[in-house]
T-cell receptor
Framework: EDKVVQSPLSLVVHEGDTVTLNCSYEVTNFRSLLWYKQEKKAPTFLFMLTSSGIEKKSGRLSSILDKKELFSILNITATQTGDSAIYLCAVVIGAGSYQLTFGKGTKLSVIP | NAGVMQNPRHLVRRRGQEARLRCSPMKGHSHVYWYRQLPEEGLKFMVYLQKENIIDESGMPKERFSAEFPKEGPSILRIQQVVRGDSAAYFC????????????FGPGTRLTVT
């Protein structure tokens, strides 16, 4: 059975800290890995990673994929209270159907 | 550039009634996905559609649930004879296709069955 596991499940940090969120996967027919940020509404797309070892960056957020070890990390530097959210990792699997298999998410709380 | 639109945002139904959830994909997107998020659980895939075709419905319950994406108009997820266990947030996502897998999500419809 396809599986996506995120850790930690929750995390509390102070503003200015750097955090690393983890996502490991065991799936058949891997295509891509995606990160989303979910506040009290729709998941917002952050990154899509397809190739190993290539870092994607957007402002204070960055992510990298290791296809050999089957995991990805999402880094957030200089955290702000607005970064508080649930961060979701999802994997695109299969041939012909590009459904996402999600992990349960990491709930990040940034306190002033 | 409007994002994915869903309506209604909140829907209350009594047990046994029908629920119809609508989704309009982003402009230029021809692939639509429906996901369900139960309390304290992750998002689960239900169905993947392109215009007038169901491509993958492997995540959809066999009974009472159906989905369509007609040539004109929004995609519709229909739940007949709702039960309390159907209470959840239902999210629609769209993607451009053509080898691009990233999916953009709508705000969701929160269904409550009383």
């Amino acid at each position: 059975e396809d599986k996506v596991v995120q850790s930690p499940l929750s995390l509390v940090v102070h503003e200015g800290d750097t955090v690393t969120l983890n996502c490991s996967y065991e799936v058949t027919n891997f295509r891509s890995l995606l990160w989303y940020k979910q506040e009290k509404k729709a998941p917002t797309f952050l990154f899509m990673l397809t190739s190993s070892g290539i870092e994607k960056k957007s402002g204070r957020l960055s992510s990298i994929l290791d296809k050999k070890e089957l995991f990805s990390i999402l880094n957030i530097t200089a955290t702000q209270t607005g970064d508080s959210a649930i961060y979701l990792c999802a994997v695109v699997i299969g041939a012909g159907s590009y459904q996402l298999t999600f992990g349960k998410g990491t709930k990040l709380s940034v306190i002033p | 550039n409007a994002g994915v639109m869903q309506n209604p945002r909140h829907l209350v139904r009594r047990r046994g009634q029908e629920a119809r959830l609508r989704c309009s994909p982003m402009k230029g997107h021809s692939h639509v996905y429906w996901y369900r998020q139960l309390p304290e659980e992750g998002l689960k895939f239900m169905v993947y559609l392109q215009k007038e075709n169901i491509i993958d419905e492997s995540g959809m319950p066999k009974e009472r649930f159906s989905a369509e994406f007609p040539k004109e108009g929004p995609s519709i997820l229909r739940i007949q004879q709702v039960v309390r266990g159907d209470s959840a947030a239902y999210f629609c996502a769209s993607s451009p296709g053509g080898g691009r897998y990233e999916q953009y999500f709508g705000p969701g419809t929160r269904l409550t069955v009383t």
